[in-house]
Nanobody, 124 residues
Framework: QMQLAESGGGLVQPGGSVRLSCVASGRTFTNYGMGWFRQAPGKEREFVAAVDSGGGDTGYADSVKGRFTISRDNTKNTVNLQMNSLKPEDTAVYYC?????????????????WGQGTQVTVSS
């Protein structure tokens, strides 16, 4: 079993930035592709960004491309999501997830482990 713990959420003004982090434990981190998803009230959980097991390949949802950056540090078992130019529609609970596929994966059903989520609220 892999445990994932997110941190870094909070309240931020439109146009602002926030950095989310996720620390993994319990499994060999480099065996997993990692992703970030989000779920807004009344909506389904959706893909945000993903990174392959080595950290060299990334993928993004169109809605965040150019504003968000995913990265991972395999020496610290962490994956980060830098979120810039935030908009009110980015408000959601953000979840870190791990996939046994080592490539970039956007399909929610191909993720095996999930964190508890961290709230990001974009509001003035």
């Amino acid at each position: 079993q892999m445990q994932l713990a997110e941190s870094g959420g909070g309240l931020v003004q439109p146009g602002g930035s926030v950095r989310l982090s996720c620390v993994a434990s319990g499994r060999t981190f480099t065996n997993y592709g990692m992703g970030w998803f989000r779920q807004a009230p009344g909506k389904e959980r959706e893909f945000v960004a993903a990174v392959d097991s080595g950290g060299g390949d990334t993928g993004y949802a169109d809605s965040v491309k150019g504003r968000f950056t995913i990265s991972r540090d395999n020496t610290k078992n962490t994956v980060n999501l830098q979120m810039n130019s935030l908009k009110p529609e980015d408000t959601a609970v953000y979840y870190c997830a791990a996939s046994e596929y080592t490539i970039v994966i956007s399909n929610i059903h191909q993720y095996n482990y999930w964190g508890q989520g961290t709230q990001v609220t974009v509001s003035s």
